[in-house]
Structures are given as C-alpha cells and as structure tokens.
C-alpha cells in the first residue's frame, strides 16, 4: 500500500470506533493492566492518532499494539463493528513497512523459521536434547526461569521433549464418502503428533480416503498477525494449490479461519464440526467414557469461526461422557500465536486463570481445539503438576472407536 493511502485508510476505519468502552471488559490485556492504552478503544485512538501524524511511531506506541493478541473478543462486543482484526492487521504491516530494510529482514526470516515444518521438527528434536542431557535441571535449578523469556522457552522445551514420535501415518483409506485433504499446517506434526494419526483414524473409519498434500505449508497467520500480508498471501495461494481438487480440514481453528480468508480455501472445514454434523453408520460405535472432560474453546474458535460448541457437540457423542467448560472460556489463555514467545510475561499472566480453573474443576481430560493453545496449556498443566492430559476432541473420539486400537498420544 502507499504510505499516505495506508496512513488516510488506517484513520478512516479507526474512526469508525465511538469510543463507547463496551469492549473494555471483554479486553483480556485491559483486564491485566487497568491502562486505555491497553484497551481496544485505547489502541484505536493511538492508531488515529499515529496516522493523521499526532504522534509518532514510538517504542512506546509499538509496544502497547504489540501486546494486543487480536483474541478479537472486542469485535465480537463492538456495536459499531469496528473491523478491529484488519486494522490491528494493517497498522502493525504499516509500521513493519517503514522499518529499515535489514530490520524487516531479520523479522520475515524469524517469522518464516516458526511457521517452517521442518524447524519444527528441529525444535522438537532439541527440546529431547535439551532435557536428555541435564540442561533442563540445570536452568531449572538456577532460577533463570523467573526470567520471563527463559521461563516460556523453558516450559516449551519441556512440554515438547515430552511429547512421543510417532511413526508416518498410513494415509488412504475406502473412500466411500470422499477424499479429504489434512491440513497440518506448521507445528501440528511437532506439537501434536497424536492428534494427526487420530483424526486420519477416526476419518477412515467414517468412510474417507484422507490426503495429506505435501505441498502445504503454514497458514500465512503468524506472518500476517505480525505485519507481513504479502508473505501470508504468498502461502495461503501455495495452500490453495496443495488443495486445489480435495476438500480441505484442518486440526487448528487458528488456520482453518487464516484459509477461509482465500477464496479458493473459503469452504475450509473445522475438523470437530465435520465429525459432529456426519451421520455416523452403526458399524462405528464409540465406547463409553464415564470421565469428566474440560473444554478449553480457543479464541479462534469463539470469535473467527463463530463456532463454540464445535468440540461439545463432536464429544456428546460418546456414552457416559461428563463435559464441563472450561471456566472463563470467552478470555484467551494467552498463547495467541507468537504472543507467547514475544510477550512471556503476560502470556503467563494470562494462563494462571485457565490452570485454576482447570484444578477446581475436577476434570481429568482437557480439549482444545488449537494447536498453539494446546501446547501452551499442556506447558502449564506440567508445571503446576497437574494431573491432566491436554488433547485435541478427536483424540478422545478416536480413542473410543470400538474395535480400534488408541493412537499414541
């Protein structure tokens, strides 16, 4: 975009906003500090203020938008309905467009080492290192970890050393009721291996030969969410193409509602609300499980897909299941994305909640329906000792398939 057009469309929409404060309560960062400037309202009119030239771009400026995890509650809460996810959007591509060269540099290919498949895999690869061979004692011993950047990478690491390796799922399958195409996306095969070979389980047994296109890449969502629209325009076409002649489902409602954006991808389906609306045959019967299961439903799933019970109404299939939501589930637990690496401290802030909740609630399995929120509170549930496993819902159907044998976890 030109830099006067980019700074003129920025403060028409801003001004779409009132001011009126009904978001202020749904504003998990406004919640924590108590600060307008860490408010929706409050960084709108810094937004305004910024493009019509009444302040400056600022350290200071940056940081009060940078803490916004665009969880999207206050658009969900705006009468007016402030397009806020594409103005956040816009005003950080803005400020990424007037940065030096060499600092958009380094941010894109930090940005393109995250949302790389194969870094992933290098990650989960090092996080085993990293606790095989001591270090994790060590740091945890020194007390670094009340710094809060070593603290998250800390909690991370360990979370996914912990995680099993799982072999390459046999994909395929009758397809009685059509092929689909597994969208992993980035982290899935490091992150939630057990999730992937559940759900290419559970869809055969439903009658679907699954593909999982080797053309795929990340989503375009961590590039987007920090300032680089073309580079996420770049890989939703690239996914776009992997997918062009299946119907794409994806595991994380994060990327399921990053590929809708794409024409070619709009029809992109959450895999829980597939599973749920399927009229299952006789012959797939799911086992009991007399348990009481915690959902967690990501902000993604609540407020860009409008689709909160997607995980409830999948669940409610199985006998004698108990399921109880999570408590506060319309606040986001604080992974967002990047936002846990790049803002730890209040990431951290932001998940306490969620782990006392999940503690009073008595409940031994908790879902989510997001990869990076699975990670995130699976980090948290290890380190409060809790006695909980974090799972994605179909990991619990799958589990259930009578006749079946349970997919690594």
Known sequence: MNAIASARDLATVADRCVRCGLCLPHCPTYRLARQEAESPRGRIALIQAWAEGELND???????????????????????????????DDARAAHWQSRPT?????????????????AAALTGAAAQLYRGIGLARLVAGSGLT?????GALHRLSQQLAGLPRIPPVAVGGEASRGRIGLFLGCIARTAQPGAIEASVQVLRRLGYEVVIPRGQTCCGGL???????????????????????????GLASACVAELRTQPPLAATQEICRLLADLDWPATVPLKPLPRRIAIHVPCSQRNRLRDPDAARDLLRRIPAIELTDLPENDL???????????????????????LTHLAASGAQI???????????????????GLAVEVLHPVQVI??????????ST
């Open 146 to 150: 009340r710094w809060p950047a070593i």
């Open 102 to 118: 060499w600092r958009r540099g380094l941010h894109q290919a930090w940005l393109s080492l995250l949302a790389s498949p194969g």
């Open 398 to 407: 799958a589990r259930q398939l009578a006749g079946s044998e349970s997919p």
């Open 332 to 354: 986001c637990c604080g992974a967002a994305g990047t936002y846990l690496l790049q803002q730890p401290r209040l990431s951290h802030a932001l998940l306490q909640p969620k």
């Open 223 to 249: 590039h987007r969410h920090n300032g680089l629209p073309q580079a996420a325009d770049h890989r939703l076409q690239t996914n776009a193409m992997a997918f062009a002649d299946l119907t794409a489902v």
């Open 366 to 384: 908790l879902v989510t329906t997001n990869t990076g929120c699975a990670l995130h509170l699976a980090a948290g549930v290890r380190e409060a």
């Open 58 to 88: 600022t350290p200071a400026l940056r940081q009060h938008l940078d803490t916004c995890l665009e969880c999207l509650a206050c658009e969900r809460a705006c009468p007016t309905l402030v397009p806020f996810a594409s103005l956040m």
